[in-house]
């Protein structure tokens, strides 16, 4: 592949240019900063709507009811029930005879191996439709791993599956609730407003251009200047934007090829230091890595590329086997104990995933809450001594513990 280094070094610079000169910078919300900062989990969004679904606005049941007309499912209001973190299903929703999952990707968590295929089979016999809840109208259905192309196309065919979208359904969904929520009920109105303020944030940046920044970012970027009184040849126009589209195709192309390769060598450096054998990247760039603990071999991760607030290392609740596999109820209880009760001198164990408080705690806390056992660090230098540290001090509790 031929890059053109010099044309994709200008277009950065006129593009830096134009939007320190913009109106662009004046776009602050602070919402979208604490979001940014503390990254509200699926879960919590999964808890969110759970509860939405479960109030009533000036009838009974009457927000589920609208939740339902707006994707177009039916069942018997009266009986229904609603259970949020069902067996790992997100949110729940069945009157005895149709069972409604929603499997929310609000924040583009990776699909996990026949995860979608594995909540339907856990009800077998049961009358099942999925509700597949991603952020933007433009994300993509379930990944081939998670459910099959063509098992997917078997349930839209018998309408028993839909994508849904927050920035569509959602959206829609919480402005209606306002609107049948009374004025008196200062709480549910205000949980109602605070939420679906939150959610545009999510997509304010698809409207952060006014005209003037426009035609500034025709004339700076794109080279070219379109008003009322110069019209440009629209095949000329689209030209220049497929031109430019390709030119920043390449240049995420680039700095994709080049993450991979730093993210190799970073394997290396982890390998080196830790003296661990068994690590991996994932399709997240994370590192994962085995710790032997009660003669198991289990999966920990290391977030060295900060997708959080933070770097971090840690076990994902259901705890891993480092082939993939889950552990079985009793074993993996009986691991959760060990590595949420033995940790370093000093270091403390709360039970919740409050990473805001690390600074307050001078990182000497592990976090536990449903989804992670793991401990935010200040930076990759102290991560990995606090992982070596962590590791030899699990593998020194008994003769079954020998490392991988």
């Not at 929703?93 to 929310?104: L, R």
């Not at 995933?353 to 449903?370: H, R, W």
Request: glycine share 4%; with cysteine.
């Amino acid at each position: 592949m031929s890059v053109n280094w010099l044309k994709i070094k200008s277009m950065l610079k006129n593009f830096n240019e134009f939007y320190w000169n913009s109106e662009m910078v004046n776009n602050i919300s602070l919402i979208n900063d604490l979001r940014l900062s503390t990254n509200i989990h699926e879960t919590a969004h999964s808890r969110i709507l759970y509860k939405l679904l479960c109030a009533h606005g000036k009838e009974k049941h009457q927000f589920l009811k609208m939740f339902l007309e707006s994707v177009g499912l039916k069942l018997d209001i009266d009986k229904a029930e609603i259970k949020v973190e069902y067996k790992h299903i997100d949110v729940l929703i069945y009157d005895g005879k149709k069972y409604i999952i929603i499997e929310n990707k609000v924040n583009h968590a990776c699909d996990q191996d026949k995860q979608i295929e594995t909540y339907i089979r856990s009800l077998y016999g049961k009358d099942v439709y999925v509700l597949y809840l991603v952020r933007s109208d433009n994300d993509k259905d379930p990944s081939e791993d998670s459910l099959s192309t063509e098992r997917r196309k078997e349930l839209e065919e018998n309408v028993k599956y839909k994508k849904i979208s927050y920035q569509t359904h959602i959206l829609d969904w919480l402005r209606k609730c306002e609107k049948e929520t009374n004025n008196e009920n200062v709480i549910l109105k205000s949980a109602l407003v605070q939420y679906r303020d939150y959610i545009e944030e999510l997509f304010k940046g698809m409207e952060i251009m006014n005209d003037k920044d426009i035609e500034n970012f025709e004339k700076e970027v794109l080279g070219f200047s379109a008003t009322k009184d110069s019209i440009v040849d629209p095949v000329a126009l689209v030209e220049k934007i497929d031109e430019t589209k390709q030119t920043m195709k390449i240049l995420n192309e680039v700095i994709e090829s080049y993450e991979k390769y730093l993210c190799e060598h970073y394997l290396e450096h982890f390998k080196d230091e830790t003296q661990i054998t068994e690590f991996r990247l994932n399709s997240s760039r994370q590192i994962e890595f085995c710790i032997k603990i009660n003669g198991s071999r289990v999966q920990f991760i290391y977030d060295f590329l900060k997708h959080y607030q933070y770097v971090w290392f840690g076990a994902k609740y259901p705890l891993k086997r480092w082939n993939g596999e889950e552990f079985d109820s009793n074993t993996s209880k009986d691991i959760k104990k060990i590595i949420e009760g033995n940790r370093m001198d000093g270091y403390g164990l709360d039970k919740g995933d409050n990473y805001a408080k690390c600074v307050e705690d001078d990182f000497k806390n592990f976090y536990s809450d449903k989804e992670y056992f793991c401990k935010y660090c200040k930076d990759n230098e102290s991560a990995i001594e606090e992982i070596k540290k962590y590791k030899e001090m699990i593998e020194s509790l008994g003769t079954n513990n020998n490392g991988c």
